[in-house]
């Protein structure tokens, strides 16, 4: 049973940095391409960042390159995304997933940017 927790979301100022966790369970992360994804108020879903399996492939949205990073470290089955210069518009709950898999997410974690 895949099992996803995400943590470190808070409160931050605009030109503030978060680091979001998420811990995996369940399956083999170190076989499995992960994604990040985030869902503002009113808003769908939308695609954040993804990693491939060994780090080889690493893509981020248009709207936080040079902003977002994203990490993995298979040995303790965790995903990370790097936050900096966080804006007001990147105020959402962010989630994340399994590359190939929209049945299985996160409870989420919340980033609010303001000042």
């Known amino acids: 049973q895949v099992h996803l927790v995400e943590s470190g979301g808070g409160l931050v100022e605009p030109g503030g940095s978060l680091r979001l966790s998420c811990v995996a369970s369940?399956?083999?992360?170190?076989?499995?391409?992960m994604k990040w994804y985030r869902q503002a108020p009113g808003k769908e879903r939308e695609f954040v960042a993804t990693i491939s399996a060994h780090e080889d492939f690493v893509r981020v949205a248009d709207s936080v390159k040079g902003r977002f990073s994203i990490s993995r470290n298979n040995l303790q089955n965790t995903v990370y995304l790097q936050m900096n210069n966080l804006q007001p518009e990147d105020t959402a709950v962010y989630y994340c997933?399994?590359?190939?898999?929209?049945?299985?997410w996160g409870q989420g974690a919340q980033v609010t940017v303001s000042s």
């Open positions: 369940g399956f083999t992360l170190s076989s499995k391409g």
């Open positions: 997933g399994v590359w190939g898999d929209d049945d299985h």
